[in-house]
């Protein structure tokens, strides 16, 4: 089974530095998509930034940007020039696709503080 | 751009009531997921439509229901409520079949079951 871990329950940092988050996950297929999410205060769930496992380019998004490691099962989120803004709950997601469809497998999730 | 919306934002029930919670998904999207994030909790799947026919079912108690109509939007029919089913229901939406890797969350819908 599909099972992803994000071994950090909290992180802090300080405004204008840079932070990774970690993530691992395990999985027996070849060719999947990653998440990171964003859950700020007000709940919602915002993508920050996608990886297809048939890249080897590690995926960017202005400030965000991961560190890929497929044979290692690696799927790190880093921050940098960090900001108030960034202060939310991060989840690592993987995308199962069972027969056609397809469903999102979050990890436990790393609380994000900012210190100003 | 315009993104999936979801009513109502907010509910409160007594037990063993019945609660519907909608979606509206993005427009061309055709494929429609719903989440439940317990307090403190990672989201969990419950149930996805694609082109109107469920495409897969997850840790969705008998007691909830799901349907995607023709216009796509999807309602989440929940009977029978216990105090456990207080949670965040997030619906999603992903774009057409070549193109629906990317799941775009709604606000969700904040259940409290008293």
């Known amino acids: 089974a599909q099972t992803v871990t994000q071994s950090q329950p909290e992180m802090s940092v300080q405004e204008a530095e840079t932070v990774t988050l970690s993530c691992t996950y395990d999985t027996s297929e070849s060719d999947y998509y990653l998440f990171w999410y964003k859950q700020p205060p007000s709940r919602q769930m915002i993508l920050v930034i996608r990886?297809?496992?048939?890249?080897?380019q590690n995926a960017t998004e202005n400030r965000f940007s991961v560190n890929f490691q497929k044979a290692a099962k690696s799927f790190s989120l880093k921050i940098s020039d960090s900001q108030l803004g960034d202060a939310a709950m991060y989840f690592c997601a993987y995308r199962i696709t069972i027969q056609g469809a397809q469903k999102l497998v979050f990890g436990q999730g790393t609380r994000l503080t900012i210190n100003p | 751009a315009a993104g999936v919306i979801q009513s109502p934002r907010h509910l409160i029930k007594e037990k063993r009531e019945t609660a519907t919670l909608k979606c509206y998904p993005i427009p061309r999207h055709d494929t429609v997921y719903w989440y439940q994030q317990g307090p403190g909790q990672d989201p969990q799947f419950l149930i996805s439509?694609?082109?109107?026919?469920?495409?897969d079912k997850g840790s969705i108690p008998d007691r909830f229901s799901a349907q995607q109509f023709s216009d796509y939007h999807s309602e989440l029919n929940m009977s029978s409520l216990e105090l456990g089913d207080s949670a965040l229901y997030f619906c999603?939406?992903?774009?057409?079949?070549?193109?629906?890797?990317?799941?775009?969350f709604g606000p969700g819908t904040r259940l409290t079951v008293l």
């Open positions: 990886q297809e496992a048939y890249k080897q």
């Open positions: 439509f694609y082109e109107k026919m469920q495409s």
């Open positions: 999603a939406s992903s774009p057409d079949r070549i193109r629906r890797d990317t799941q775009y």
